[in-house]
């Protein structure tokens, strides 16, 4: 039997239990309770000659030098070497209240070779509404580091102009929530399913009480949830924590045509059909072989190449016959023992989805 296993070449089979159970915040969102994105534009010093030479670096000194009152000649270059321009990240949590602190992340706008023991100025961060929502300073914590040398030749481990400022910034104002107004609150399925809609709202009625909640669509749930917010609190502690059995997924099975992984569902069933699985072996070989003419003849000794292409069908070939409702074993021990390859499989999955024998919804990524 031929290995169906290679490094290039992983099937990976999802099995999940009959009956999954899952809490409550594990598979939702509350609407209006999320993470905002805040980005700003600053400048990182203390960079030992890695810095960029963006005329938009330049710049910005300029601007920054002149905030503290330091104004610079006109048409002298300051000939920046320890200054680069960087961007700014850093996502704001749910609920963050002035004075806590976020990570932030710092990346190079420009050509900056590395941003290595630098130090990130004052930096506003804005939301989507431009409203500055916090502000980062500090040093940089960067993972990775190049080395060059006189001869032009250098060496890179991981990406030097990318860095991190643990609790780097300073939360300046709070984001507005709804979560405290109406009377409902609205829970969001990670995962859009019925299935699942319909057994988290009979598990909170049943605990609950009939018409607490109800289910809008596959994604949305709303809840009643009372006013009071030290009260809302409580009661979505209970909520949330509450089991329910999630439904089974679609029948999927997910091709990655880069790195030759497949990954086949467990729901995924298959009709009758026939598959047969054929190798096509083209062998090139090239021999050299001397050219030496007569003795009597003027002329001179060459090499002449001589080429052998063989071709081989493939003396094992195998056709499997698939009845109705086969299982996902099934399958895996049919492909096992046609021992066949990435691509092969694959051609022969599409082939089974064009044909309609595969019962699966086929993803090509």
């Known amino acids: 039997m031929l290995r169906f296993l290679s490094c290039l070449f992983v099937v990976s089979v999802v099995l999940t239990p009959a009956v999954q159970a899952e809490r409550i915040k594990d598979i939702t969102s509350i609407s209006g309770v999320r993470t905002n994105q805040l980005v700003g534009y600053g400048l990182v010093v203390g960079l030992d000659g890695t810095g960029d030479k963006a005329p938009f670096t330049t710049q910005t000194f300029r601007n920054m030098m002149a905030e503290f009152g330091i104004t610079l000649p006109a048409g002298v270059d300051p000939k920046l070497k320890n200054v680069a321009a960087v961007s700014v990240t850093a996502e704001l949590p749910a609920f963050a209240k002035p004075g806590q602190r976020?990570?932030?992340?710092?990346?190079?706008?420009?050509?900056?070779?590395?941003?290595?023991?630098?130090?990130?100025?004052?930096?506003?961060?804005?939301?989507?509404?431009?409203?500055?929502?916090?502000?980062?300073?500090?040093?940089?914590?960067?993972?990775?580091?190049?080395?060059?040398?006189?001869?032009?030749?250098?060496?890179?481990v991981n990406v030097p102009s990318v860095g991190r400022i643990p609790n780097g910034a300073s939360v300046e104002q709070t984001v507005p929530s709804n979560f405290s107004r109406g009377d409902s609150l609205i829970f969001n399925l990670d995962q859009p399913d019925f299935t699942t809609a319909r057994a988290m709202v009979e598990r909170i009625n049943n605990l609950l009480g009939p018409g607490t909640a109800e289910a809008l669509d596959a994604t949305?749930?709303?809840?009643?949830?009372?006013?009071?917010?030290?009260?809302?609190?409580?009661?979505?502690?209970?909520?949330?924590?509450?089991?329910?059995?999630?439904?089974?997924?679609?029948?999927?099975?997910?091709?990655?045509?880069?790195?030759?992984?497949?990954?086949?569902?467990?729901?995924?069933?298959?009709?009758?059909?026939?598959?047969?699985?054929?190798?096509?072996?083209?062998?090139?070989?090239?021999?050299f072989q001397v050219a030496q003419p007569n003795a009597l003849a003027d002329g001179e000794t060459v090499v002449v190449p001589q080429t052998n292409i063989n071709i081989d069908n493939g003396g094992d070939s195998r056709m499997f016959k698939f009845g109705p409702g086969v299982s996902l074993d099934s399958i895996v021990k049919a492909v096992n023992e046609v021992g066949a390859a990435p691509g092969d499989l694959m051609a022969i999955l599409e082939a089974m989805k064009q044909a309609g024998a595969l019962k699966a919804e086929l993803i090509v990524i």
């Open 102 to 156: 976020v990570d932030v992340t710092v990346a190079s706008l420009g050509n900056a070779k590395s941003l290595r023991g630098g130090a990130l100025m004052f930096t506003p961060l804005k939301g989507a509404d431009g409203n500055i929502y916090a502000v980062a300073q500090g040093n940089l914590v960067v993972g990775g580091f190049g080395a060059e040398g006189n001869d032009g030749s250098k060496i890179t």
């Open 220 to 287: 949305s749930i709303r809840v009643s949830a009372p006013r009071d917010t030290s009260q809302r609190v409580s009661y979505l502690s209970i909520i949330e924590n509450l089991e329910i059995e999630t439904g089974k997924e679609r029948a999927k099975v997910i091709i990655n045509s880069r790195t030759g992984t497949i990954v086949i569902g467990q729901n995924v069933m298959i009709e009758p059909v026939a598959v047969t699985h054929g190798s096509l072996v083209v062998t090139i070989t090239e021999d």
